[in-house]
């Protein structure tokens, strides 16, 4: 039997060999680790859907983002869970909101650690959709001079970046004027600019206590299906000024992010999001996968698809596993 001249597995044979003609590098310096803030002290609430994953109180928040530090891991994305909502969601933009507070404490005693902060409105109102309702549905218009004064309070606390994730249309171009006018021109936006109306988030809610109270958010998340209104999504907020781009959720937008790392010359974030991190524990805790592997296999995965940042709770798991060997993977 003939062969041919190149045989593909003498390249494997490996893990050197593997490593050196490796096409796609893993690197701790690609992640974001996401924070729950909550009021108190010395809490830190185990939530339920998310194992490993804690709300924490300002003072355990800033333990947490040391080891983030020491582990590596260049930045966190910090939610917060207000003692209090009301319709407004006035906690969002509130000088002591628990956001606020988490900065402050954050840039403070981990000054390196790049903070930023979610933008949004859902985890502060009483219904818990990302705006203000008008007649059963959320005012895009009227909700935009409350996502530039959210963006404007953590500017004030010491945020380094800001992500504006409620998916109202405009909300990019306010924030960046609002930003500009109060003296944060150096701010960078990092957009959730392809945000889907996705079945993937049901455990974040559980860690926000951010769940509808009422209908659902397809009104202004976008259909699963769509991947062409991904590019029109993307080509706004980059007009309005977005710095970083993201599609959110990865796993079963894959395609979307490879796609969108094509069309724009951005630096691209990718959400591996609640959803894909509980199914993947659930099945290692039944033992029907190894969870290590897994999580490393997703990873790599979504970065060949084109993401430069990868916000992920797998990010601490997944710097020890590659500090193993100090290399990439």
């Known amino acids: 039997m003939l062969f041919p001249t190149y045989r593909a597995r003498r390249l494997r044979r490996n893990e050197t060999l593997r490593r050196m003609v490796r096409e796609t590098n893993l690197g701790i310096s690609d992640f974001i680790y996401p924070l729950f803030a909550v009021p108190g002290k010395g809490v830190r609430n185990p939530v339920r859907s998310m194992p490993g994953v804690f709300q924490l109180s300002v003072d355990e928040l800033a333990k947490e983002a040391t080891e983030l530090r020491n582990l590596g891991i260049p930045a966190t994305l910090v939610f917060g869970v207000p003692e209090a909502k009301d319709e407004m969601g006035s906690g969002a933009y509130a000088p002591d909101g628990i956001v606020q507070q988490a900065?402050?404490?954050l840039k403070q005693k981990v000054s390196d650690l790049l903070v930023v902060t979610d933008v949004c409105m859902c985890e502060y109102t009483s219904h818990g959709h990302c705006g203000v309702i008008n007649e059963g549905d959320v005012d895009n218009d009227a909700t935009l001079e409350l996502l530039a004064r959210t963006a404007r309070?953590?500017?004030e606390a010491g945020a380094d970046m800001v992500a504006p994730s409620d998916m109202m249309d405009g909300r990019v171009a306010v924030i960046r004027e609002t930003l500009d006018e109060e003296g944060f021109s150096h701010l960078p936006i990092m957009a959730y600019a392809a945000k889907y109306a996705s079945s993937f988030y049901g455990p974040f809610r559980d860690a926000a206590h951010s769940t509808p109270q009422f209908g659902d958010r397809r009104s202004y998340q976008m259909d699963p299906a769509n991947s062409d209104e991904a590019i029109r999504e993307i080509s706004l907020d980059v007009s309005e000024g977005a710095d970083i781009i993201m599609v959110k959720p990865a796993l079963a937008y894959l395609d979307v992010i490879q796609r969108v790392k094509?069309?724009?010359?951005?630096?691209?974030?990718?959400?591996?999001?609640?959803?894909e991190y509980s199914m993947i524990k659930a099945a290692a805790d039944k033992g029907w996968l190894d969870g290590q592997r897994v999580m490393m296999e997703v990873l790599t995965g979504i970065k060949r698809a084109g993401a430069d940042i990868i916000i992920t709770y797998f990010a601490k798991e997944a710097a020890r596993e590659l500090s193993k060997s100090g290399r990439s993977h």
Do not use: I
């Open 153 to 155: 309070s953590h500017a």
């Open 103 to 105: 900065v402050q404490e």
């Open 262 to 275: 094509t069309e724009f010359d951005l630096p691209l974030a990718a959400y591996n999001v609640s959803g």
